[in-house]
């Protein structure tokens, strides 16, 4: 199994940027595909970008480009670099893991992702 712990969200103001991370602990190589989701207050959660352990990446169409993805294997620890933060940016962060490889294009529908964090909050005024 894998523990997921995620830190770095914040208050920030429109414009700004935030770098949130999530540390994986326990049996870590059943954490293949590695994804961040976010929820936003009265929606629905929604897959924001995912990686794979060969660093290959996906990212849902309207955050591509202002935000990045990426992995470091020798800490067990996924980022996400979040530049020109919006106000429906908002949100709670979370860090999912599969131990499968990501599903291209559909890995936020395809993905079981069993393992999930506590999340983190983002908000942006």
């Known amino acids: 199994h894998v523990q997921l712990v995620e830190s770095g969200g914040g208050s920030v103001q429109a414009g700004g940027s935030l770098r949130l991370s999530c540390k994986a602990y326990g049996y870590t190589y059943d954490a293949y595909c590695m994804a961040w989701f976010r929820q936003a207050p009265g929606k629905e959660r929604e897959g924001v970008a995912a990686?794979?352990?060969?660093?290959?990446?996906n990212y849902v169409s309207s955050m591509k480009g202002r935000f990045t993805i990426s992995r470091d294997h020798t800490k067990n620890t996924l980022y996400l670099q979040m530049n020109g933060l919006r106000p429906d940016d908002t949100g709670m962060y979370y860090c999912?893991?599969?131990?499968?490889?990501?599903?291209?294009?559909?890995?936020?529908?395809?993905?079981?992702?069993?393992?999930w964090g506590q999340g983190t909050q983002v908000t942006v005024s």
């Open positions: 999912a893991a599969d131990e499968h490889d990501c599903y291209g294009g559909n890995w936020h529908v395809m993905n079981p992702f069993p393992y």
């Open positions: 990686i794979d352990r060969d660093g290959t990446t």
